[in-house]
């Protein structure tokens, strides 16, 4: 018994001799990020930016593996069953952590238990749209004429979190749509390019090109003000509809169990690269808004949104199984 107590001590002390060396040396190879929507959506945009930043900030590569399907499970389960040691961390929006619960009987994580929240990275409003072919010049337009043409019109986004959104004005302004699931936010733009679909939820980044090239049509954006980018597009309070004035939040997470001083070696980095002179313009004309913050504060953030966004999808009666 008393070989075994030696034993123990030496392991325990071993294992906090070996967190900090390791997060010392961290990091000394590649790190893979997973992104739970495919190639060209607003996620994937944003962590490639800011990937390269931290590339060449840490001296590893950050290499993105797209894991999209099934609103983000997929990725998020990979995610939870990785080693927690740094090299396998997730970039998503926040509807991973503050949607699915609600939306799903039995999620395959637990997003108090299976992750360690790294921080915020930035925040979006996302634009209603149309294609510019079509007639309508406002919401207004749009609004009137999917009320006097019920189930005629097919609305699609690149996340469940503008679904909801969508829910919330099908109701809100008592008309009915179709509603067709997407992967991500490229797949939901070729299908408005396409005419497979008539209205779309999206985030900026996803159709900034478009809209500057005159192929989609913004009808209102969902930020409490005018985006810089688009200073002629209302906003959805404008527009008469505050209930659904929100922004998206994009976040970092790494497994749970991931030593702290990681955790906060990546925080600073993702602060750094969305501070940076020669990445900023980018952002912004992506409209997204740096909103680097603390593990805690995002930690706050995502406890807070989850019990909105219950609420609402209470409401509105969604369930996804």
Do not use: C
């Not at 919401?139 to 009320?147: G, I, N, P, Q």
């Not at 679904?163 to 299908?191: F, T």
């Not at 949104?305 to 209470?314: L, N, P």
Request: charged share 20%; no cysteine; glycine share 8%.
């Amino acid at each position: 018994m008393k070989h075994m107590s030696k034993l123990f001590a030496v392991l325990m002390l071993s294992t906090l001799v070996v967190a900090p060396v390791a997060a010392q040396s961290y990091p000394n190879r590649s790190i893979r990020v997973i992104v739970p929507f495919g190639p060209g959506g607003g996620t994937d945009i944003l962590m490639r930016l800011v990937g390269q930043k931290m590339q060449e900030s840490m001296g590893q590569a950050i290499v993105i593996d797209n894991r999209p399907g099934a609103n983000t499970l997929i990725g998020a389960e990979a995610l939870a069953k990785s080693a927690p040691d740094g090299y396998t961390l997730m970039v998503t929006l926040d509807m991973t952590m503050t949607m699915n619960p609600s939306l799903y009987s039995k999620l395959p994580y637990n997003p108090e238990k299976d992750f360690a929240a790294v921080g915020m990275i930035v925040k979006t409003p996302v634009v209603f749209l149309t294609h510019s072919k079509l007639p309508f010049q406002t919401l207004k337009e749009f609004l009137d004429y999917a009320r006097a043409n019920p189930g005629k019109i097919t609305y699609g986004a690149g996340a469940i979190i503008s679904q909801v959104v969508g829910e919330q004005l099908v109701r809100a302004a008592s008309i009915d749509m179709v509603y067709a699931n997407y992967k991500g936010g490229g797949q939901a733009l070729q299908g408005i390019l396409g005419g497979d679909i008539q209205f779309g939820i999206m985030d900026i980044a996803s159709v900034a090109a478009n809209l500057r090239d005159g192929k989609l049509r913004a009808l209102a954006v969902s930020g409490e003000k005018r985006e810089t980018t688009m200073p002629n597009v209302p906003t959805i309070r404008e527009a008469g509809y505050p209930e659904l004035e929100y922004r998206d939040w994009w976040g970092m997470y790494a497994p749970a169990g991931t030593p702290r001083p990681i955790i906060d070696r990546l925080n600073a980095e993702i602060g750094k690269a969305v501070s940076a002179p020669d990445l900023r313009p980018k952002l912004a004309e992506l409209s997204f808004e740096p909103a680097h913050s603390s593990p805690e504060v995002m930690l706050r953030d995502q406890r807070s949104d989850a019990q909105k966004w219950d609420k609402v999808i209470k409401a509105a009666g969604l369930k996804l199984d």
